[in-house]
């Protein structure tokens, strides 16, 4: 704390982020969850209906436990591809001597593309006929007739939507996990090499139990931006076919502004609210009393 | 300080309630009231609208503008384009919740424009098109197309448009079939083209619409136009057998394997693409392609070989034969709040213009009293494509996208493709269907 | 959270030479080849999208995805120019990009100064406030911000994108500058506390001018974010004078849905230059500040 502060400058200083936090993020989480007990459709009259939305949405509402699950699948999606891909490949960047920047820098490429260019993009991916990058691939090493419409098949349209996501963002995700391996002290690795330990026991019983706290923090990262995936679903198939690709977001969403129905959406966006918080208790549960045991 | 805190999420939560309470109660205001007073102020007005900005129906009336402009300095029409059409609808419902509609919109008659129309939003066009002396020129269909349930009419219509089959003759000779008499004559078409190595239907299937055509088929000839509008408001139900032909023929459809493979995720382009590129036999779109299926624009490998059919009948339709899908496009709406004189005079000259200008570009016209100028480079099929849509009887197909509360409608679009796929039974589809619209309806048709 | 993540991992990691053996082993060369492949994995889709764009349209539509385009033409570059306006999307996304990036780092470094340098009671408290606007999804905000804009005027403006991209990415941005400022020694405040300096002054003098590398990685991190920003401007505006770059894309589509697949392909290589221009130049100082920022945490 410095000595010569006063009162009045710490507010100098906290009150205008907090102001403007309280009128972009508070202000809205307190006014949803007023809206979430109201029926409204914006043109007439606001309706108080008590609790009989989030009735509505946890007995009645078929396709909100449709998109739950699909939130779910989305989410374990983006963390296998997001994690395990930035694990994998900073791993195998410490083997290299050379280069390590380039490919650090090729690897973040994705990240700058905006959804609405990699929707594009993935929607011509994924294409049957004309056909597309990854039906001529299966093609081309002999795995033909796994060729499908990768966006229309009810089977695969869920893992569909959920790579690009997962694609797009691993590289950010490599960085840190890459700079926290750097940081393993060598003496460490010496020690256990002397002792005749293999690269794999070494690298998760020595370095990865080192940069588990780091690990922590990507995780929660990772999963909190996965559970508000949005774009790249909507834009890519908007839920469809069917709901085989509905998110708690896109749903949501839609529920807002195409059936006007902003009671209802409100009550699911506190549900989201929740469901990140929970996420996140969870991962902290889990990850830390694995580092403590 | 907890103690503040907690006196400071009260205060705040009573905010809230305070902005969510004042929200409701939309503002009303007075659709009959068409004759303005005051001075022809010029100003800068506003349309939102749904089309391409290089569609004649904006090229024409932006030239109109222009010449409305010259004769009052300060006049200008400002055109906001948003082609997409969920994004459109998603726009404008939001911009009427938030009261902040321009003076002109374009709206087809949803559920939603009703709502608009009953709290006074928009102008009664019925009135407005008296009062300027035209509602006589148009089309009965054009004007029909835009009405509501209860006849009222709050919609311009600037297009007339027919929907047809359009076929390649070379393919269906090698697969060694005629043009279907019935609907019903369509699985057998499909499993005959199929045999022959062709795609027998190219649709796009990103879009909900196109399918949900088909959707609006089999109901329609079975059932005439009026079940559309008892099912969308819960007085009849899919189980109804007008329903249960959709459904079941849906699914023949699809286990015929008429679109092609992927078909749900193939947009407009592509499914056009496949047609004109002779990949497909059959194409289902409207006379606003013309220029691309019916001018030597089109590749000139296919160019003789295509000719199109209109909707085929079923056995004991109520409906006649030349009851086939047209529309007069998505409408005008006219804000009642910001109707002053200047929209007033800037619509009576422009109207008095559009239609004839709007014929010259090769397009059909809504009113009566104008002839399509054929374009130079159209193939004979044009002139036929638009007698035949002159020729379109009094029933109306309409399109259920425009007549299903929104909730309703992302269900069936987003059903379609499973029931299309067989991912989805009839049966389910019926149920799935028919319970949305019980839950939805009665909130929007009260 | 922080207290948690808090390890002895030095402030700067910087590569180090491994210990001897120049020699490939087998287990080298098979992590080369898994690089490799990823990586094509990685930038393939990004050449596919440059090369499809200076595509001739019948070669597009005939398509074979690996070929190289059998024709070279800049004719969609003309047609994505044509068709919309490019220029004043980019435009748009700059201002909103520098708006937002402008509050996120005054207010993320004031925000942070009060909290960890400054310090009060009940920071803890605050601090927790914060951070949780780390883990809620920005869903919640549009239908409130939606119905409050309209009711303030605010709906269709600059202002109404830039203050929810700023609110949600400020409790990073605290977090960031307080990791940062916790290194800052503490003698250095006392030093200029003798000189008579007071918060104030020591702000600007001692605390701005030595986090120059944490903005940056804040403005690099964060522009990544609001210049692809989807969401919020999908919402809140309504006129095309106001549309930035991912909405400028979505005019690609038509009514219908018909789409110049070859035209948008060329206006999504014109919209992500700027940005992938200022990421090659800069990467070194994104690599940094982020990978300091989340393992010092």
């Known amino acids: 704390m410095l000595p010569r502060r006063s009162r009045l400058s710490v507010l100098v200083f906290l009150v205008p982020p907090l102001a403007l936090y309280a009128v972009a993020v508070l202000f809205p989480i307190l006014q949803s969850l007023v809206l979430s007990f109201f029926s409204w459709d914006g043109i007439t009259d606001l309706q108080f209906v008590g609790l009989s939305n989030y009735a509505h949405m946890l007995t009645g509402d078929p396709v909100f436990w449709r998109a739950f699950l699909n939130t779910l699948g989305y989410l374990v999606v983006c963390l296998v591809l997001q994690l395990g891909g930035a694990l994998l490949v900073s791993a195998l960047l410490l083997t290299l001597r050379r280069g390590r920047e380039v490919i650090k820098t090729l690897y973040l490429l994705p990240a700058v593309i905006s959804t609405v260019a990699i929707a594009f993009l993935f929607q011509r991916i994924y294409s049957f006929d004309p056909q597309g990058l990854i039906n001529q691939l299966l093609s081309w090493v002999g795995l033909g007739e796994l060729a499908r419409p990768w966006l229309s098949d009810v089977n695969t349209v869920l893992v569909a939507v959920s790579a690009p996501e997962g694609w797009r963002f691993s590289g950010l995700y490599m960085l840190i996990i890459y700079a926290a391996l750097l940081a393993v002290p060598q003496e460490l690795e010496e020690a256990a090499r002397i002792d005749g330990a293999s690269r794999w026991v070494i690298f998760w019983r020595i370095r990865f139990p080192y940069i588990r706290p780091v690990w922590v923090t990507t995780t929660i990262m990772a999963a909190t931006y996965a559970l508000r995936g949005f774009d790249i679903p909507y834009l890519l198939t908007n839920g469809g076919p069917g709901q085989a690709s509905e998110l708690l977001t896109t749903y949501m969403y839609k529920t807002a502004f195409t059936s006007t129905n902003y009671g209802y959406a409100s009550t699911m966006s506190v549900f989201i609210v929740v469901e990140c918080l929970v996420a996140v208790g969870l991962i902290l549960l889990l990850l830390r009393r694995k580092a403590d045991a | ?446 | 959270m922080t207290t948690a993540l808090r390890t002895s991992i030095p402030a700067a990691p910087r590569p180090r030479r491994r210990s001897g053996r120049p020699r490939l082993t087998a287990f080298d060369a098979i992590a080369r080849a898994l690089i490799a492949i990823i990586l094509v994995a990685q930038v393939y889709p990004l050449a596919w999208l440059f090369l499809t764009s200076v595509r001739t349209e019948s070669d597009f539509a005939s398509g074979d995805p690996f070929a190289l385009p059998s024709s070279f033409t800049l004719d969609n570059y003309v047609r994505a120019f044509q068709q919309n306006n490019l220029g004043l999307n980019i435009l748009n996304s700059l201002v909103v990009t520098m708006g937002a990036n402008l509050l996120i780092v005054l207010l993320g470094m004031m925000g942070a100064y009060a909290l960890q340098v400054l310090g009060f009671r009940f920071s803890r408290l605050v601090r927790g406030i914060f951070m949780i606007g780390i883990i809620v999804p920005v869903q919640i905000a549009l239908v409130p911000l939606f119905i409050n804009y309209s009711r303030v005027g605010l709906l269709d403006t600059y202002q109404s994108m830039i203050i929810p991209l700023a609110g949600f990415a400020l409790p990073m941005s605290i977090y960031l500058f307080s990791s940062f400022f916790e290194y800052i020694p503490l003698e250095l405040y006392e030093a200029a506390s003798l000189d008579g300096a007071g918060p104030y002054r020591i702000f600007g003098q001692i605390t701005l001018p030595l986090s120059v590398n944490t903005i940056v990685t804040v403005v690099l991190v964060n522009s990544i974010f609001i210049w692809n920003d989807f969401i919020f401007a999908n919402t809140f505006v309504l006129s095309d004078g106001l549309k930035t770059i991912p909405l400028g894309l979505q005019n690609y589509i038509a009514a219908m849905g018909k789409i110049d697949w070859t035209a948008t392909f060329a206006a999504v290589c014109v919209t992500i230059t700027p940005l992938l221009l200022v990421f090659l130049v800069l990467n070194r100082a994104i690599s940094y500040g982020l990978s300091a920022g989340a393992t010092k945490g």
């Open chain 2, 1 to 446: 300080m907890t103690k503040n805190w907690t006196l400071a999420v009260a205060t705040a939560a009573l905010a809230a309630l305070t902005l969510a309470g004042c929200s409701g109660g939309g503002p009303t205001g007075d659709s009959g009231n068409i004759d303005p007073t005051g001075d022809i102020k010029p100003r800068q007005i506003s349309w939102l609208l749904s089309r391409n900005s290089a569609d004649p129906v904006v090229t024409t009336m932006q030239g109109i503008a222009d010449e409305y402009a010259k004769a009052h300095p300060g006049f200008s029409l400002k055109l906001v384009t948003t082609p997409d059409r969920p994004s459109y609808i998603q726009k404008y419902e939001t911009l009427a919740a938030a009261n902040k509609l321009p003076e002109l919109f374009d709206t087809d008659a949803t559920p939603f424009a009703q709502n608009l129309a009953k709290q006074g939003r928009i102008i009664d066009e019925e009135k407005l098109l008296k009062d300027l002396g035209i509602y006589d020129s148009f089309r009965p269909n054009a004007l029909d197309y835009q009405r509501f349930d209860d006849g009222s009419l709050y919609m311009i219509p600037l297009e007339y448009q027919a929907e047809y089959f359009w076929y390649n003759k070379a393919l269906f000779e090698k697969a060694g079939i005629s043009v279907p008499e019935s609907l019903d004559d369509f699985p057998a078409m499909c499993t005959a083209l199929t045999k022959a190595g062709v795609t027998p239907i190219a649709i796009d299937g990103a879009d909900g619409w196109p399918l949900e055509r088909y959707v609006s088929y089999q109901p329609f000839r079975v059932a005439g136009p009026d079940y559309i509008k008892q099912l969308k408001t819960g007085k009849s139900s899919l189980t109804e057998p007008a329903g249960q032909a959709m459904t079941n023929w849906l699914s023949d459809l699809g286990s015929a394997g008429c679109f092609q493979k992927g078909f749900s995720s193939k947009g407009y382009s592509d499914a056009q693409n496949l047609f004109t590129s002779g990949g497909a036999a059959v194409y289902n779109i409207g006379t606003w392609e013309l220029s691309s299926l019916a001018t030597t624009k089109l590749d000139a490998s296919v160019r003789d070989d295509v000719d199109f059919f209109t909707l085929p009948m079923t056995d004991g339709s109520p409906t006649a034969a030349n009851d086939f899908v047209v529309t007069s496009g998505i409408g005008v709406a006219v804000n009642s709040s910001t109707f002053d004189p200047l929209v007033k005079d800037f619509l009576k000259f422009a109207l008095s213009k559009y239609y004839s200008t709007y014929a010259q570009s090769g397009a059909l016209s809504p009113t009566k009293d104008v002839t399509t100028t054929i374009p130079a480079d159209a193939t004979p099929l044009y002139q036929k494509a638009i007698d035949s849509a002159n020729s379109a009887g009094s029933d109306l197909v309409m399109p259920w996208d425009t007549q299903l509360d929104p909730t309703s409608n992302t269900t069936v679009q987003q059903d379609q493709v499973l029931l299309v796929q067989g991912d989805m039974s009839p049966d389910d589809f019926t149920k799935t269907v028919d319970d949305v619209i019980t839950q939805n309806a009665p909130k929007y048709f009260k």
